[in-house]
């Protein structure tokens, strides 16, 4: 029989409605971060770099360019004979077929798979965080701790615990209370999503929590083994870690990476960021062009000015263009004398030439006041914008739009095209 001490389940199954148009059309794990990767490898290099071999990955909502990122796993050594990657999208049951409707719901139709490697404990995690974690280190405190489960917890600044499941622990960091997302935390001790659990005790929860309408971590199983008397310990997490659950959180992660300082380091040879890497030629900046602090991707070519961004792999930025403060994503073809401000452009945008993005007095978006924020401009893939149009900020733009979208020449801010069937 199989025997691993540890695996991980990966839960990246999410839309992430609150990224808007940037997960149309993919899962949010599957959204490009740092000019070079996806969201989803951190959490994946952080399992190899921490002894990880087996790891399954839950997926959902739009997998098709997960799937074809993850692949057999072999940019993160996870291509092995036992163990390495494996998806698990739900699949037809004998007697029913259904959705994954919660987190645990999720790890619950694969308890076959769990079983398979017979493991002492399973490491739950999220898709979508950015952050470096030794999930060994976790694992010896919760051995430490003779812990049945241990929740890695992260300080959050007040303002913002309501949006997360808070915990209240003793001096001994043995949790005594859970609160998911309360209105008035008493905490701003935030769960990160990142549980090891001793694998008897959640199977046995998963078990007996089955037909709770969208069984989740937070809401069900946690709660379940406190009540029923379960050792729970907090692991309190020191190092960089950000969930990029709304346009300003994932714009403000990649302009920290392009700070003179970052406080997030893609560059540490002991704690690599492991990715899929196509071949693509170097990147060329002409004599005509200005670049400061930025992340530029291979295949790119630079003729205007670039200041404080981080820029994708074979993208064009034409002579006279300027972009500043912005994210642009791989494949994005900005014409010459183009303007781009606090913009996050997704893969295989054009922006036609003398094209403002970004310009004008802030106003709330009149559509989706809540995600289109933060000042951004943001343009889903594969969209165009025609030549010589203005567009303002906390705007979106989906689809292929012509001068005929744009009263007058402009979208004001606060404004929104997003076209039918796309």
């Known amino acids: 029989m199989i025997k691993k001490e540890m695996i991980a389940m990966l839960l990246a199954g999410g839309q992430g409605s609150r990224l808007g148009v940037l997960t149309s059309k993919l899962a949010k794990p599957a959204v490009a971060f740092g000019g070079k990767y996806k969201i989803i490898d951190f959490p994946l290099s952080n399992c190899i770099n921490s002894g990880i071999d087996t790891v399954g990955v839950l997926t959902q909502y739009r997998p098709l360019r997960l799937n074809q990122h993850i692949g057999i796993g072999i940019p993160w050594d996870l291509d092995r004979n036992i163990g390495g990657v494996t998806v698990l999208p739900p699949y037809e049951k004998s007697n029913n077929s259904e959705w994954y409707t919660g987190t645990a719901n999720a790890i619950y139709q694969n308890i076959e798979f769990i079983d398979y490697y017979n493991p002492e404990y399973v490491l739950i995690l999220s898709g979508d965080h950015i952050y470096k974690m030794d999930y060994e280190h976790m694992l010896d405190y919760h051995k430490s701790m003779n812990a ?28 005594s209370e859970f609160e998911e997302k309360p209105e008035n935390p008493r905490s701003n001790k935030a769960s990160m999503g990142i549980y090891i659990f001793n694998w008897k005790i959640l199977r046995e929860a998963l078990v007996t929590m089955k037909d709770q309408p969208g069984c989740d971590f937070g809401k069900h199983i946690i709660p379940y083994c406190h009540e029923n008397g379960n050792k729970i310990c907090a692991y309190d997490f020191k190092g960089y870690w950000k969930d990029v659950g709304t346009l300003g959180s994932y714009w403000e992660a990649n302009m920290e990476l392009v700070d003179i300082v970052p406080e997030f380091n893609l560059y540490e040879e002991f704690w690599k960021i492991y990715t899929k890497t196509d071949a693509i030629p170097p990147q060329y900046i002409d004599e005509s062009a200005k670049v400061s602090r930025c992340i530029i991707g291979e295949g790119t070519e630079i003729y205007g000015t670039v200041e404080n961004s981080v820029i994708g792999s074979c993208v064009t930025i034409g002579e006279g263009a300027v972009v500043k403060d912005s994210i642009i994503m791989n494949g994005v073809a900005i014409e010459a004398g183009a303007y781009i401000e606090k913009g996050i452009i997704a893969e295989n945008v054009k922006v036609g030439a003398n094209a403002k993005l970004g310009v004008g007095e802030e106003a709330v978006n009149e559509m989706k006041p809540n995600i289109y924020a933060f000042g951004l401009v943001t343009i889903g893939e594969n969209s165009v914008i025609p030549e010589g149009v203005t567009i303002g900020k906390n705007t979106a733009i989906f689809g292929d739009t012509d001068p005929s979208d744009y009263p007058d020449g402009a979208l004001p801010s606060g404004g929104s095209i997003i076209k039918a069937g796309e």
């Open 148 to 175: 049945d489960v241990t929740l890695a917890t992260y300080q959050v600044p007040w303002e913002e615990a309501s949006r997360f499941g808070v915990v209240i622990t003793n001096d001994d960091g043995i949790i």
